[in-house]
């Protein structure tokens, strides 16, 4: 059946308390929504299969509470504008509202954008006892675009999901001002062409998170394999993270970050307990995890975390950040005046070495830290406008090879300090 309308199929009411029960939708091509409008609804045991749309949304709700149980949604087919078709967009408006989805089946279904929406002022957003599997869309199955918004997930299982759009991270992927709570729940083979495999949090202003027993395995993307954690706003260490009886496995990431990456200013994990990362793959760096900005180990650790066998190109590198500090290993011949003598043509050597923040030595088996160049200078102690400066050096300016570098070859017989 092909319907041909401006308005939605079924539904176009505002203002009122509608209950949808027990129906069957079934191979229908509709060029706008089933339902549309500012109502309350109820939506009980309805199975939807076999429908095209190129409309914004094929269910469109405004400013109320929707209640969806027992919801069957195979093979439905969003092909309107891209980045702008959903099948489901919630919009709360200014006012707290709610959207609720309790016992769903989301399969087989493809989409030119997200397949679920979420936006406005503040809202509260759950789903329960969900099975989200084998759907292939040009964006997240889940985005939340609120302004700031409650998140439960609960007992959900989200399997061989991809997201193609290079531009949008993550399959589930939550904004700005966030109290998110996931538990119970599954994220199995799930890819993403952007970063954050299964999990992207963005464009972070204040966050309270909880992941509390869930399965990371085998999850895909560019950076964070599993879980993807951006923001650059400085907020004083409001943002906390629990983490209890989550297990991150056999994760990849292209560039960093196997199971998780982090570029976040403050990350406080409040509470860490039995929480397992291992058999996580980068290409670059992190094999384990990845922290791009500076943390405070003071407020972050690795205790009660079990992270081991995750690799760069075959090798051991569970956990990094990008390079932190330079540390000169030579020990230095010094007199009592803090004097160095040095001969003509003598050679010097110094060693450095090219550490993380947690005190890793950078490995860099893939060379991406390459450009990093150290530059050694000689200044003259007691030097006037009368002394000429007759020194030379050579091997002074070199990069660090596996976190190393050597150096260095001088000429000349002044002293120096």
Known sequence: ?????????????????????????????????????????????????????????????????????????????????????????????????????????????????????????????????????????????????????????????????????????????????????????????????????????????????????NQFYKNKAINGGAFYLESDINNNEKNIITIKNNIFKENIAENFGGAVYSNFKNFYISNSLNNTITDNEAGIMGGGVYFHQYINKKIFNLENIQIENNTVNSYINNYTSKPSYIKLNTTLNIDNDNIINITTGDRFPLNFTLFDNFDNIIEDITKYYSSITLKVTLDEDNSNEDDTILYYLKGNIGSFVKGKSKKLHYINNKTYQ
């Open 1 to 213: 059946m092909t319907i041909v309308n401006v308005i939605p199929a079924l539904i176009y009411s505002r203002f009122s308390s509608i209950t949808l029960k027990d129906i069957v939708f079934n191979n229908l091509i509709i060029s706008a929504g089933l339902l549309y409008g500012e109502s309350k609804y109820l939506i009980n045991n309805i199975k939807l299969k076999n429908i095209k749309s190129n409309s914004k949304a094929i269910f469109d709700f405004y400013y109320n509470n929707v209640i969806i149980n027992n919801i069957d949604i195979d093979n439905i087919s969003c092909v309107g504008d891209k980045d702008d078709t959903s099948f489901i967009l919630f919009n709360s408006g200014e006012d707290i509202k709610s959207l609720s989805i309790d016992h769903a089946k989301i399969t087989n279904n493809i989409s030119n954008g997200p397949f679920i929406k979420v936006i406005g002022d503040n809202n509260e957003f759950t789903l329960k006892n969900m099975e989200i599997k084998n759907n292939e869309l040009y964006g997240s199955i889940i985005v939340n675009e609120s302004k700031k918004s409650n998140i439960t997930i609960m007992n959900a299982n989200f399997e061989n999901n991809i997201n193609n759009n290079k531009f949008e991270c993550g399959n589930l992927q939550f904004n700005n001002n966030i109290t998110i709570s996931v538990t119970n729940s599954n994220f199995i083979n799930n890819q993403c062409k952007n970063n954050g495999g299964a999990i992207c949090l963005t464009n972070i202003i204040d966050m309270k998170v909880e992941l509390i027993s």
